[in-house]
């Protein structure tokens, strides 16, 4: 039976609430503030009621209305008595239909911290009209109270719970268990955020630079020739070792027209790029040797290879990588005023990755000061370019994003030198970025190893005679710059020196063994991971908001702090950047194209240079779209490099389901990145973890996932007004208990203190814990919460298979398993792509009723 008789009786308790609302100025002046028209329309009984919150006093009328609503909202007569009671879930009551929303619902939904107070005036206006029996006890009597049915099932429980008391409480250390590899520090290392690039002195004449190339083309080739041997003796401790030999016209070609701090990021074959500028051949040895005093500490190796202070940003093993890499480091150039441009080197074949177009187009958008170089040596490991490419000149893609593209002799490095220090000074003047195809040829195999069986062997001859060494040097001796013998010193010299670095590296030590779990993070300031006082206040505000707070706090602390994604600049599909473009401008707020690759890769590359860039992407389930710069670069550079790079970035995505987006917009994703050494993962499940929980990750030095469930955004809570933050690798303790330990993640959250509150109405006393951030996670909480009930259930939103809580049970159970009274249990998704049919999509969802019926099944 419905709990309003008719229309009359529907219209008389909302007029009499509405009276109460216009008369109190509090309540009144703050819905004020939305200036909108909010129109509610109901079924059961059927009505309708039109707010006019514009103008004071408000006004409302009911029945048809000639004023155009804002916002709409469609729900039965028993969901406005619960909502007026305060009972409503609102995210959850939108996502299952039991209200429709129409129109500006993010602005409506801003106001719901301003409707709280007229919650308490709701049952005092029922008591006056006589309605008491309207007013449920629990909220009549503001006690705790239970049906016969649940004291009943309780009667029979009691015994249960309280009868045998745990096992002794084991000796574990709860420290130890959260243990993270992330290093702590008071005070950040004297430089730590400044990279200082060692010059190279290059000549200034023609001829002298023409010298210094042939010198340098002479190192290449004698380092890269002693690897073959080495590799050929067991020497290097890999099988995956791609020599360059043939092509070092294009390095020095390139390289020599950069300068000293001008960035570069290079391929899996960059041995000689990184010699070209100027890398320790020393250093650079050792790597390739595995040994502690490599460039990057043994981490790297021969495909990772790089040095921060020669302006590399690592090479790479991930074909089209360097791209991005390098518009990063553009954009941050730009940004910055700082006058650098930023070049990427790669092969043939990444002209064929989705990463090379996206990369272009975005340097191409923002008129970036970027070079892209493509090493056209004609294979794509065993493939000739003409069987992968259906264009004759790679160059010729440049059309498509508007820029230059420059086809030119590879074999020749100072053609290649020219066509580099063009370009370089385009970009440098403002001009945006230029395609430059140097085609070449490698003497050896895509690896070393292999048969070459794919290439005929007068191809190979023919192309030797094109040696880019002797090109110069016949041009050198030609012109009476360079005689007989003093190219047959500098070679010679070339390979005593490569001698000298081949013994310091059979020399060097190995890595100790502690190295193995350093350098997987930055340093980061202690406070960002340590517990200050919970602040009290009196504001609320909805998730969205916070979000927003915190982000446009942070952008006015930090200057380095930028947003980039799709349509941020009008707040995005859920409207939660919406006026930060206004605030910041264009630069800190931009406003990118559809393209998840550019957006992760130029924040990667972004962050490697000085600054802190915060994306969003749009929604969890396009990470799969930009996973490379993620799980392959985020997540590792800083080891493959040693330790050299920082990468201070945050990714924020909103996930879940509960807007019928199906199966492509509505996985929770929480737990997927979580087995990604190298990242911290985040889940904020309230309005006041979510602002406090960003700001701490904006001001870490690491790459985070920020996690924010869709249906989170309208919950309201309490946000102080204060700076604060919410110390990473913590879990809070939401609700004390001691018969079961509800562990709940991110959107359950607030579900799981639903269903706490409801079994307390039974006398089941529930201890939720919110793990917060899920890397680094706080295991010593969650353990020492299950000693203390001896009960475990775990709440998360994405599917149960391989989800979070799986991992929660197995390390509890590891240390604790003599402390539990019952086997763990889960509360999770359904196996199943996310169906659009709401009944469906709901039933795939976990809810309160499930964590109720998992806490009740446990005891």
């Not at 392959?632 to 879940?656: E, W």
């Not at 709940?744 to 509150?757: D, R, S, T, W």
Request: a negative charge; glycine letters at 10%; aromatic letters at 6%.
């Amino acid at each position: 039976m419905a709990v309003f008789r008719d229309t009359e009786h529907l219209y008389e308790v909302l007029g009499a609430l509405f009276d109460r609302v216009r008369q109190d100025p509090v309540i009144s002046h703050r819905l004020l503030e939305g200036n909108l028209v909010v129109r509610f329309r109901f079924t059961d009984p059927e009505g309708v009621v039109t707010i006019d919150l514009r103008q004071a006093p408000l006004s409302y009328e009911f029945g048809p209305s000639d004023l155009q609503p804002d916002v709409e909202m469609i729900q039965s007569g028993d969901t406005a008595h619960q909502f007026w009671l305060g009972r409503l879930n609102t995210a959850r009551v939108i996502a299952t239909r039991k209200v429709v929303a129409r129109g500006s619902v993010p602005k409506a939904l801003a106001l719901l911290p301003a409707v709280k107070p007229a919650f308490d005036l709701y049952p005092e206006v029922l008591a006056e009209l006589g309605y008491e029996d309207m007013v449920p006890p629990e909220v009549e009597h503001a006690a705790v109270g239970g049906t016969a049915s649940g004291l009943g099932w309780l009667a029979g429980l009691r015994a249960r719970l309280r009868g045998s008391p745990s096992s002794q409480e084991p000796d574990i250390d709860l420290k130890a268990l959260s243990h993270h590899h992330v290093p702590l520090v008071r005070v950040l290392p004297a430089g730590f955020e400044e990279v200082s690039c060692r010059s190279q002195d290059l000549p200034t004449s023609e001829t002298e630079l023409k010298a210094e190339m042939l010198r340098r083309m002479h190192l290449i080739r004698a380092t890269e020739t002693a690897l073959a041997e080495a590799y050929a003796r067991g020497e290097v401790p890999t099988e995956l070792l791609h020599l360059s030999v043939g092509q070092e016209g294009t390095a020095v070609g390139v390289c020599f027209a950069l300068h000293a701090d001008d960035y570069m990021t290079t391929t899996h074959r960059g041995h000689g790029h990184m010699l070209a500028k100027g890398a320790d051949l020393d250093g650079m040895m050792a790597e390739l040797f595995g040994k502690a005093t490599g460039l990057c500490k043994g981490k790297g190796g021969s495909m990772h290879v790089t040095e921060a202070a020669v302006g590399a940003l690592g090479a790479n093993g991930i074909v089209g990588a360097a791209y991005l890499i390098a518009t990063g480091a553009a954009l941050s150039a730009k940004h910055r005023a700082s006058g650098q441009v930023a070049v990427a080197i790669a092969g043939d074949g990444a002209t064929n990755q989705g990463m090379f177009h996206e990369a272009l187009n975005f340097a191409a958008v923002f008129d970036l000061p970027a070079v892209f170089v493509v090493e056209n040596n004609l294979y794509g490991e065993f493939t000739p370019v003409r069987r992968h490419a259906a264009v004759e000149n790679l160059a010729d893609r440049a059309a498509a994003y508007g820029m230059p593209g420059v086809t030119v002799d590879g074999n020749d490095p100072w053609a290649v030198y020219e066509a580099t220090r063009e370009a370089v000074d385009r970009a440098r003047s403002g001009g945006g970025p230029t395609l430059i195809e140097a085609l070449t040829y490698r003497w050896r195999g895509h690896m070393e190893g292999e048969p070459v069986a794919y290439r005929e062997p007068a191809e190979i001859e023919a192309w030797k005679e094109r040696c880019p060494i002797q090109h110069l040097e016949r041009a050198l001796m030609a012109s009476g710059v360079l005689t007989a013998e003093q190219a047959a010193q500098i070679r010679d010299e070339a390979g005593a020196r490569v001698e000298e670095a081949l013994l310091f590296a059979r020399e060097s030590p190995e890595p100790a063994l502690e190295a193995l779990t350093e350098d997987i993070f930055a340093p980061d300031l202690a406070v960002l991971y340590e517990a200050g006082p919970r602040l009290e206040t009196g504001r609320e505000m909805s998730y969205a908001q916070a979000v927003w707070e915190a982000l446009a706090e942070e952008m006015a602390r930090d200057e380095r702090v930028f947003v980039l994604g799709e349509d941020v600049s009008t707040g995005g599909y859920f409207s939660v950047t919406e006026g930060l473009a206004e605030e910041f401008g264009p630069y800190r707020v931009m406003d990118t194209p559809i393209s998840e690759y550019a957006i992760t890769g130029s924040a990667v590359g972004a962050a490697m240079t000085g600054r802190r860039p915060v994306a969003e992407i749009l929604f969890s389930d396009f990470l799969t779209a930009a996973m490379d710069p993620i799980m392959n670069q985020a997540a590792k550079l800083r080891y493959m490099s040693g330790g050299q790079y920082a990468l201070p970035l945050v990714i924020r995505t909103p996930g879940g389901a509960g807007i019928g987006g199906a199966a492509q917009h509505s996985q929770s994703l929480e737990a997927w990145l979580t087995g990604i050494p190298g990242l911290i993962v985040v889940a904020p499940g309230t309005p006041y973890d979510a602002k406090g929980l960003l700001k701490a990750t904006i001001r870490s030095n690491n790459p985070v996932l920020f996690f924010e469930n869709k249906l989170l955004y309208t919950s309201i809570g309490p946000v102080p007004e204060e700076d604060y933050l919410v110390p990473l690798g913590l879990a809070d303790v939401k609700r004390e208990g001691r018969d079961v330990t509800l562990v709940a993640i991110g959107a359950m959250v607030p579900q799981a203190l639903e269903a706490a509150e409801e079994l307390a109405r039974e006398g089941v006393s529930v201890e939720v814990v919110d793990p917060r951030t899920l890397v680094p996670c706080d295991w010593g909480t969650i353990v020492a919460s299950v000693v203390k009930t001896g009960r475990l259930v775990v709440a998360e939103p994405g599917v149960q298979t391989h989800g979070f809580g799986g991992e929660v049970i197995a390390r509890v159970t590891g240390v604790a398993l003599g402390s539990l009274k019952a086997g763990p249990r889960r509360v999770a998704g359904v196996d199943v792509p996310m169906p659009y049919n709401r009944t469906l999509e709901n039933a795939a969802t976990p809810d309160v009723q499930d964590i109720i019926s998992a806490v009740r099944g446990i005891l």
